[in-house]
């Protein structure tokens, strides 16, 4: 089992970052793929970013790619997403992900099946 808390979320500035964090407890944190989702008011909850077990593979939807990092620590059980050059739009409670298949291939994206409790992220421009 894998039990994940996100940390970080707040007031994103215009023009400024901002670091989210997960950490995660349980043995399997680094054989697995992590990803980042959000969910928006009134919309679906949608990818944002994953990374497989090792961190060598990245995937970004095409709403973040080249503003959004995501990278992982695996001797901390954490992963992280850097926020740069934030939109109206990366408002939202962003939720971190593990998959539920221990090295998995990122093709076809895996199925996550454990979950935080979200973290808010409000953009001010």
């Known amino acids: 089992q894998v039990q994940l808390v996100e940390s970080g979320g707040g007031l994103l500035q215009s023009g400024g970052s901002l670091r989210l964090s997960c950490a995660a407890s349980?043995?399997?944190?680094?054989?697995?793929?992590m990803a980042w989702f959000r969910q928006a008011p009134g919309k679906e909850r949608e990818l944002v970013a994953a990374?497989?077990?090792?961190?060598?593979?990245?995937d970004y939807s095409d709403s973040v790619t080249c503003r959004f990092t995501i990278s992982r620590d695996n001797a901390k059980n954490t992963v992280y997403l850097q926020m740069n050059s934030p939109k109206n739009e990366d408002k939202a409670v962003y939720y971190c992900?593990?998959?539920?298949?221990?090295?998995?291939?990122?093709?076809?994206?895996?199925?996550?099946?454990?979950w935080g409790q979200g973290t808010q992220v409000t953009v001010s421009s």
């Open positions: 992900a593990a998959a539920t298949i221990q090295y998995g291939s990122m093709q076809p994206p895996p199925a996550y099946d454990y």
């Open positions: 349980g043995r399997s944190f680094s054989s697995r793929a």
């Open positions: 990374i497989n077990w090792s961190g060598l593979s990245t």
